[in-house]
């Protein structure tokens, strides 16, 4: 069974940063984009920010921007997502997506496989 695996989220001040770790186990997704998502509690999961299967191409939410980083180790098989200068907007539960497909990444339907999440409290 496919399962993208989280980790790495934890409770922090605001200021602070955090490091999201996302490795796949059941098979590789080396050659697949990938994403990290967010839920806040009463709201629709939004997108954060997404990979392509090379590296090569980052986007990332405009909320975000300057202060997340997203990379992928194709030797660990594994996706991170630094996450700096949070801010108490940025508690909620991350989720870890893969698309086979290099469309329209912004989006959840984009998306075939996902994590269980890994929860981010910012306090303030």
């Known amino acids: 069974q496919v399962q993208l695996v989280e980790s790495g989220g934890g409770l922090v001040q605001a200021g602070g940063s955090l490091r999201l770790s996302c490795a796949p186990s059941g098979r590789t997704f080396s050659y697949y984009a990938m994403g990290w998502f967010r839920q806040a509690p009463g709201k629709e999961r939004e997108f954060v920010s997404t990979i392509s299967w090379s590296g090569a191409v980052m986007h990332y939410a405009d909320s975000v921007k300057g202060r997340f980083a997203i990379s992928r180790d194709t030797a660990k098989n594994t996706v991170y997502l630094q996450t700096d200068s949070l801010k108490p907007e940025d508690t909620g539960v991350y989720y870890c997506?893969?698309?086979?497909?290099?469309?329209?990444?912004?989006?959840?339907?984009?998306?075939?496989?996902w994590g269980q999440g890994t929860q981010v409290t910012v306090s303030s």
């Open positions: 997506a893969a698309a086979r497909g290099p469309f329209n990444l912004r989006t959840i339907a984009a998306y075939d496989y």
